[in-house]
């Protein structure tokens, strides 16, 4: 039955799709309908991993077109935002900043100056991690270039087995809340937050509003990491095996050099998008076109462009469209009358609570961060719209509650990319240690939101 798991995974999810799209639903339109079979099954396939989420994506699309469920300009809206280029910037950068050798020298550089211990090495990766999310906007190849040092850091200390699945865990399991702090932090998933809300937000108003409940989770979730995984024994770091490691990439490069001015400017603009007015996404795609310039640039060269994936690209074409075709043809009204109390709980730590919970339980049996933002931020928008609350905030609580979840590694690709020996060095099992413990975490965030967005104003 193992064997055959995507195959069956297949047709339930096909037959499914053909139910629901046959179903009288009186209080759902034709056309929602088509888009909810359509969009379950896209949903289903993407959980079971029948295939690549490219395909499944391009396969959603298509249909779309062909049963004319939506006009090519709807389905493929995202591509004539600025969020889709976004993206493909910042996995430029990435691959940049990760080519240049900048960031290893900075890792290597404050190893060597602030790591003696078992709890210094997992302070260290917290620290690395957020500093590098300012340098890199996409928490991936940050983690793995955090992985690359820590590997070092190991077999220096001569970690066993055990204790550096620790150390590999943490390098992912920070990535997840450290990445929410700036808004380039997941130049993905934290725009394309902003992006379903309909609203529009600077860099500077989401580290105001999203920054301290992202930092709470951030240093919530060290804690608990520290409680949960102690060092079998005390560790001891050869520190010559690491500045050997320095020493190899010699001096300062005329490449990272210009990857300094590159950076150093991408971040000013950034940060500054509230007073130049120009949008993130031309600011990243800009930057990044810049750095494989001659003259001005050489820094990123052309096989750089093997980095942006264009699978990736078409599940969040897919995933956008989910929700703002689900929201035109009626499927989101519908979902949230269905899965919503008829009315928004008075209190605002009760509606938080609520958003959390419901959030959390699609999450974990859809497990697609994407799908289920796809899902469920449009329908908490349009249960919260009639009572004239800012459509950020059930965008952003539902975006932190699914944002921060995971049980098992599948729920969350920032975990997943790191699982086995040959990526981040842990298992399924030290990942749900963590995992279930961590909801509790979640729980607190989404709840603090209500207060503190009282105190921003954005409630």
Request: glycine share 6%.
């Amino acid at each position: 039955m193992k064997k055959y798991k995507k195959e069956i995974s297949f047709f339930v999810a096909i037959i499914l799709a053909i139910i629901v799209w046959n179903l009288e639903i009186k209080t759902l339109p034709a056309a929602g309908q088509k888009t909810l079979a359509l969009s379950l099954m896209t949903v289903l396939f993407w959980a079971t991993k029948v295939a690549h989420p490219g395909y499944v994506s391009a396969l959603y699309l298509s249909l779309l077109l062909i049963f004319e469920i939506a006009p090519p300009e709807e389905v493929f809206s995202l591509w004539t935002s600025s969020l889709i280029y976004i993206i493909i910037g910042a996995y430029l950068i990435a691959a940049a900043v990760k080519s240049s050798g900048l960031g290893e020298r900075i890792a290597y550089n404050f190893i060597l100056n602030f790591v003696n211990s078992y709890k210094s090495i997992i302070y260290s990766i917290f620290i690395l991690t957020l500093f590098l999310s300012l340098l890199i906007p996409h928490p991936w190849p940050r983690s793995f270039l955090i992985m690359s040092v820590m590997a070092v850091v190991i077999e220096s200390a001569g970690l066993s087995d055990n204790d550096a699945a620790k150390v590999g865990l943490a390098v992912f399991a920070f990535s997840v809340p450290i990445s929410m702090i700036f808004l380039t932090g997941d130049s993905t998933i934290n725009i394309l937050a902003v992006e379903m809300s309909g609203q529009t937000m600077s860099w500077l108003g989401w580290l105001y509003h999203m920054g301290v409940p992202a930092a709470l989770a951030s240093i919530l979730t060290l804690i608990l990491f520290l409680n949960l995984f102690k060092a079998e024994k005390k560790v001891t770091i050869d520190k010559a095996k690491i500045k050997e490691k320095l020493l190899d990439l010699g001096s300062f490069s005329s490449k990272e050099k210009r990857m300094i001015f590159w950076i150093t400017t991408a971040i000013i603009l950034w940060t500054t998008d509230s007073l130049h007015g120009i949008d993130l996404g031309w600011v990243t795609l800009l930057i990044a076109v810049l750095m494989g310039m001659p003259v001005v640039g050489n820094v990123l060269e052309a096989r750089d462009w093997q980095n942006v994936p264009i699978g990736i690209l078409f599940f969040l074409t897919a995933a956008v469209s989910i929700g703002r075709i689900g929201s035109s043809t009626g499927m989101n009204a519908w979902i949230a009358s269905v899965i919503l109390p008829a009315e928004i709980p008075a209190n605002m730590l009760l509606f938080a609570l609520m958003v959390a919970l419901i959030s959390i339980t699609l999450h974990m049996f859809l497990g697609s961060v994407i799908a289920v933002m796809g899902i469920a931020i449009p329908s908490f928008i349009i249960f919260a719209e009639g009572y004239g609350i800012n459509p950020l905030v059930p965008a952003l609580m539902a975006y932190s509650s699914i944002a921060l979840h995971y049980v098992f590694p599948f729920h969350h690709l920032n975990i997943l990319v790191g699982l086995g020996k040959h990526n981040g060095l842990y298992d399924d099992k030290k990942v749900i240690k963590l995992g279930i413990p961590l909801t509790i975490v979640i729980i607190i965030v989404v709840v603090f939101e209500a207060v503190w967005w009282q105190l921003t104003g954005l409630l």
